[in-house]
């Protein structure tokens, strides 16, 4: 499989001297394109710091990142526009969904390509059809705020998948949902993975959850540790977990 | 790419107009707060532009007749008008007074003209109804904030005067509307004495062997005569020929006949320098600190709108926009609420201003202004 993402001996110190925290002490990591890995570790193990470096929101102190076959950092920023690099190499997805407020279903989704230089009407036909793949195509025109918790969450999947990025980085993306939802969720960034050859990193506390990965890594004190886990089947179609509750919201 | 202002405006129209609306209130005060300063330099602009007259002739040195009282007789107009670049020369006076206005009193600036020939410096101008006195005696020209009416019958002193005109903004310095009267009437009003004085001057003049010579009583009417009417006028207003140096004319004037003369533009200093500097300066003040809390109150606004979207801004941002789209959008939306103040600010200012009791001039530069400030 091509490479999606490498970590070499990425660390990261926050502040210096007697205040200092080791946060990162030399990661090494590889996904794959169409992969989707676990990413587990106790409260304070340095999860959220290993996602924000490699989403470039924090500078790495050493180390070496790789996105497809572009080095995004040596020792230092490979690439000027960290800004573009976000933008178009990689797609977030948080713990809550954070959509903006002010903007319908569609151009929550569809301003990322148009941040790109899209044209409205192509990144809203790009949005709308994404959406229908994540079967929230029907609330294309509400507003986030008349959205359930897991239509708003399948929204920031549609928008951190809308750039087609390679890389997709989610923090927590389970947390505010019940076991069905979750597994739905997980389910249906597999087969995004799978569908557009995206590498995706999940990094999670949800016992429900953890068993669905091929592949787990486990951070402890700033340094990983891969581990298989004994794998449960994900269902055929991912979407098919949505159809109980997309038929309540119909209603 | 859509506009991420006008989106979040919309979602919240009803907050940001709000906010609009509470500015343009803050913004009208402001407005109107400028317009109260410009309206008392413009009431003195008006007084010296509805006079006509391109030098004032006062008692010598005095800064009559308007911050200072002054007297001269009236005849030394008619040295004046026989000097080289003077067009017409006339006498005025000014005496500002409490009259009955139906069950009221109004304080009016009696002023007395000249009605030989029509245009002489000093008669009503901006006339709106009616028309100029032309008998010599008791007809008025009043101003339309005096609350006249034409027809109105107006007691000055002892006597009645029939309101023939109307006039508008014209008015004293201090905004209280004139009251045009012949010179002659208005001299009578100013000057002329009561009856119980005219009879304590006889006795004090008949007790004076000086002025009563024994067996001349010849002596003492002429007196009393000279005592008891007044030929006096408060100033001399003059205009010039077209082709005549206002400088050279004043100095002339002073050099020959004595006089203190003022031209436009000393005139100009002497009324906003020093009879309404106080109070200008009072409102000019105001203004400045009213216009720093506005200022103040905007920059709140603005910080507390960016606030409350701290979430969206780092989500934007995290998305790849650019931080020059997120600060036009916040530029935008400052722009947005500036319009909807300016608009609320000026409408609010010209609803109110004429319930000012003194002219509020409001001037589009000022609104501009105002409108930058928001921005
Ligand atoms: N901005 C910062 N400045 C200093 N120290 C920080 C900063 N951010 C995180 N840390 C520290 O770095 C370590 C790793 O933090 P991180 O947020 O990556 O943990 P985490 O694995 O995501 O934990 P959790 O599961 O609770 O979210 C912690 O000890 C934390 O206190
Ligand atoms: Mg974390």
């Known amino acids: ?251 | 790419m859509i506009s991420l202002a006008g989106r979040d405006i919309l979602h919240g129209w009803g907050k940001f107009v709000l906010t609009g609306v509470g500015l343009g209130l803050l913004i009208g005060v402001t407005l109107s707060m400028a317009g109260v300063y410009r309206g008392m330099v413009d009431d003195a602009q008006a007084l010296l532009d509805n006079s006509h007259a391109d030098l004032w002739v006062v008692q010598k040195d005095t800064l009559g007749p308007y911050a200072e009282p002054s007297s001269l007789p009236e005849d030394s107009e008619r040295p004046i008008q026989a000097m080289r670049g003077v067009a017409q020369a006339a006498g005025v006076t000014y005496l500002t007074m409490q009259i009955a206005q139906g069950d009221k009193d109004v304080r009016v600036m009696v002023v007395g003209t000249e009605m030989g020939e029509p245009g002489m410096p000093g008669q009503p101008t901006h006339l709106i109804a009616g028309r100029q006195i032309v008998r010599g005696h008791y007809e008025a020209v009043a101003d339309i904030k005096s609350g006249f009416a034409i027809g109105d019958r107006v007691k000055v002193r002892r006597n009645f005067y029939t309101v023939v005109g109307l006039t508008s903004r014209m008015v004293s310095s201090g905004g209280d509307p004139m009251l045009f009267l012949s010179l002659k009437d208005a001299q009578a009003a100013q000057f002329q004495k009561d009856s119980d004085a005219i009879v304590r001057q006889r006795a004090r003049t008949e007790a004076n062997p000086q002025l009563n010579p024994p067996g001349n009583p010849a002596v003492a009417a002429a007196v009393n005569a000279v005592q008891s009417g007044s030929t006096n006028v408060n100033a001399v207003l003059v205009t010039i020929t077209p082709d005549a140096d206002p400088d050279i004319v004043a100095n002339a004037i002073r050099r020959w006949q004595r006089l203190t003369v003022y031209t436009r533009a000393e005139m100009e200093e002497i009324l906003v320098q020093k009879l309404i500097a106080n109070s200008a300066r009072q409102i000019a003040m105001f203004l400045v600190i009213l216009s720093i809390v506005s200022a103040a109150i905007v920059a709140f606004i603005i910080y507390t709108m960016t606030i409350g979207k701290i979430r969206e801004i780092a989500v934007l941002k995290l998305i790849g926009t650019r931080n020059r789209t997120i600060s036009w959008m916040i530029l935008q939306q400052a722009l947005g609420l500036g319009l909807i103040g300016f608009v609320v600010g000026k409408i609010a200012a010209s609803l109110w201003a004429p319930f000012f009791p003194k002219f509020v001039l409001l001037l589009p530069a000022d609104r501009s202004g105002a409108f930058l400030r928001s921005c």
């Open chain 1, 1 to 251: 499989m091509a490479d999606g993402i490498t970590l070499e001996n990425v660390v990261k110190t926050y502040g210096n001297g007697d205040t200092a925290v080791h946060a990162l002490r030399g990661v090494n990591m590889s996904v794959a394109k169409g992969e989707v890995v676990g990413l587990i570790g106790p409260s304070g193990s340095g999860k959220s710091t290993l996602l924000k470096c490699l989403g470039a929101v924090i500078e790495p102190s050493s180390g070496k990142m790789t996105i497809g076959d572009q080095c995004i950092y040596d020792n230092g920023w490979k690439v000027r526009d960290l800004r573009a690099l976000r933008r178009d190499l990689i797609g977030f997805i948080f713990q809550a969904p954070y959509l903006i407020p002010f903007l319908d279903v569609t151009d929550n989704v569809a301003l990322l390509p148009m941040l790109a230089g899209k044209p409205n009407a192509a990144a809203r036909k790009m949005a709308h059809d994404l959406l229908d793949a994540l079967d929230v195509g029907h609330r294309a025109a509400a507003m986030p705020s008349q959205l359930s918790g897991g239509e708003q969450q399948r929204v920031a999947i549609a928008r951190a998948l809308i750039n087609r990025p390679p890389v997709i980085l989610a923090d927590e993306p389970t947390a505010p949902l019940d076991g069905q939802r979750a597994l739905a969720v997980v389910a249906l960034l597999n087969d995004m993975a799978q569908q557009f050859d995206t590498a995706i990193i999940i990094v999670t506390h949800d016992e429900k959850i953890i068993p669905t990965f091929k592949r787990l890594y486990n951070i402890r004190e700033g340094l990983t540790v891969e581990e298989i886990p004994k794998g449960i089947s994900l269902p055929a179609s991912a979407v098919a977990l949505f159809e109980s509750d997309t038929a309540r919201d119909k209603v």
